[in-house]
């Protein structure tokens, strides 16, 4: 299924593949207590209902479609193409963003490292699936 040559089937896979893998990383790998500490929120400063879960579902698809983008715009097919790109945007765009919440926020070290592997695997394997799937 192709919607302005971008096949939606394998953004939504590859949406699900950064959407599961963030919830091993930071869902089943850390808990509560530990991601707090490295991200400097306390339990009086996060508010635990359930109004803004939605958002985290919508994270993944953005990024899917933006690495579609970029795929298409760099022309280098299969997964290897696709692996490279992603990487390539994971590095140079999204973790310098993510570099925000350290510097001007509580993030720590710890985190940032963290945060660094999360987006290379999960771009890597978004990045696989959307340069494979033609």
């Given amino acids: 299924m192709r919607i302005m040559g971008h096949n939606w089937l394998a953004i939504i896979a590859a949406a699900i593949a ?3 893998i963030e ?14 500490a490295m991200t ?10 359930l109004a803004r879960m939605p958002v985290g579902a919508v994270m993944p698809v953005l990024a899917a479609i933006g690495l579609s983008m970029a795929i298409k715009w760099r022309d280098k097919p299969g997964w290897i ?18 570099l925000y919440s350290y ?11 963290i945060n660094l592997a ?11 699936i959307l ?4």
Avoid: N
Wanted: proline content about 3%.
């Fill in 18 to 20: 950064i959407y599961l």
């Fill in 23 to 36: 919830y091993v990383i930071f869902g089943m790998m850390m808990t509560g207590e530990q991601y707090m």
């Fill in 40 to 49: 400097g929120l306390t339990p009086e400063s996060v508010d635990y209902g």
């Fill in 81 to 98: 193409g696709g692996v490279t790109t992603a990487l390539l945007v994971a590095i140079l765009f999204v973790f310098p963003t993510s």
């Fill in 103 to 113: 510097v001007y926020g509580g993030h720590s070290e710890q985190f940032v490292a």
């Fill in 118 to 128: 999360h987006f290379l695997v999960c771009y890597a394997a978004a990045g696989a």
């Fill in 131 to 134: 340069g494979a799937w033609k």
